[in-house]
């Protein structure tokens, strides 16, 4: 539609200029004694056009002469800044394919050619490492260094990274913690910091930081779950035979996450070595009262100190819940047999095998007991039945 407008103009200005120049009977007349020259007044305005475009024409012909120098210099070094800023793309790519060693070589050309020094030197020290390279790798870093106002971010996350791959855990604290102060909260750093965290065995820290990403939606609630247990679990291990650090730490789980019975199983078992068992029994108590579990019952009876009787009434209220758990009436044997109730203890443990025939334990429990009360046969027949199994 645009090219049919100015169609449309153009033939009307030569239409128009045409019906001028018919009408126009003017003439021009040059003398020059003896010459005298006369031409018709269009011809003239047709002249000085056509000379005023070609001393357009001559002047900018002049122009770009003069220019020249300096075109073809802005044209190197154009031509320079792409080749350079596609070497610096080519190695981001590469270095994001695996391919180190082309990685190294093309951020080592960006890095020549001045182009993101910055930059380049952070992508040519990250294939550093991945190349175990370590001569490269320490010049690198250097490199980056004198850059650090500009990629000082990227750097440090970098630094903190590699000595985190190389298990250097207590390396990768200061980069971290200078990111830390100069980001705010930055996800990716903590996400570093926990796993340095962990390295170092630092199991508060670890649980601290996993409920950070949590809040802030950086852990899905199936993602934090298996590193809040393991947190746990660590820092109660970390506090063995340390019963008021142990409880103490206990009571600062959140409630949510107490309900896991692999934790209760950790934390009754720690209270139990270090002699706390009125404690543990408190915490199973609690526990399988609301969320019954065999596995945590089979070691209601692990710890000989503390009420032995309470446990057993305990235990016997239990059972009128859960009438044929192996695992209970496993540890009602065991309660009995250590209060040297033989005959409800042999009770017991017959009627664990009765529900789990293949249970190794049972039997070697019901052997010991039968050892004890000089039934060596049947006590024997019971050690190969668990010798079997």
């Not at 001028?20 to 005298?36: K, M, Q």
């Not at 182009?115 to 490269?136: I, M, N, P, Y």
């Not at 996800?187 to 802030?216: P, S, T, Y």
């Not at 692990?302 to 239990?318: I, P, S, T, Y």
Request: glycine share 6%.
């Amino acid at each position: 539609m645009r090219v049919l407008l100015w169609l449309l103009l153009l033939a009307a200005a030569a239409v128009g200029l045409s019906l001028a120049a018919r009408y126009n009977e003017g003439y021009v007349l040059f003398v020059l004694p003896p010459w005298r020259m006369e031409i018709s007044l269009n011809l003239l305005l047709v002249l000085q056009v056509l000379a005023l475009f070609a001393f357009y024409l001559l002047v900018r012909a002049v122009r770009h002469t003069l220019a020249l120098p300096r075109s073809v210099a802005e044209f190197r070094r154009r031509r320079a800044r792409e080749k350079a800023d596609g070497a610096l793309r080519d190695a981001v790519r590469l270095q994001v394919e695996g391919r180190y060693g082309h990685a190294l070589k093309s951020a080592e050309q960006s890095y020549d050619a001045g182009h993101a020094q910055g930059l380049s030197a952070v992508v040519a020290l990250r294939a550093a490492h991945a190349l175990r390279d370590d001569l490269r790798e320490n010049h690198w870093r250097a490199q980056a260094a004198q850059h650090d106002e500009e990629i000082r971010a990227a750097r440090l996350m970098a630094e903190a990274e590699m000595a985190i791959d190389s298990r250097r855990f207590e390396d990768a604290l200061p980069p971290l913690g200078a990111l830390a102060a100069a980001s705010g909260r930055h996800i990716a750093a903590l996400r570093l910091l926990m796993r340095a965290q962990q390295g170092l065995g630092q199991w508060d820290e670890v649980a601290r930081l996993v409920h950070l990403l949590e809040k802030h939606r950086a852990l899905t609630p199936e993602q934090a779950a298996p590193l809040k247990l393991r947190a746990h679990q660590e820092a109660l291990r970390g506090r063995a035979l340390n019963g008021r650090g142990l409880l103490k730490y206990w009571e600062s789980i959140p409630a949510a996450e107490r309900a896991e019975p692999r934790l209760a199983i950790e934390a009754a078992k720690a209270l139990g070595a270090a002699g706390e068992c009125q404690a543990a029994k408190e915490l199973l108590d609690d526990f399988l009262d609301g969320q019954w579990d065999s596995a945590l019952v089979s070691i209601y009876g692990e710890c000989e100190a503390g009420d032995a009787v309470g446990r057993l009434a305990q235990a016997e209220k239990w059972l009128h819940e859960h009438p044929r758990d192996s695992k209970l009436l496993l540890v009602l044997g065991r309660l009995c047999r250590r209060q040297q109730l033989w005959g409800k203890a042999q009770s017991y443990f017959e009627a664990s095998l009765a529900v789990a025939p293949e249970s190794r334990e049972a039997h070697i429990e019901l052997a010991q007991l039968l050892d004890e009360l000089d039934r060596r046969d049947e006590a024997n027949r019971h050690y190969r039945a668990a010798a079997q199994l």
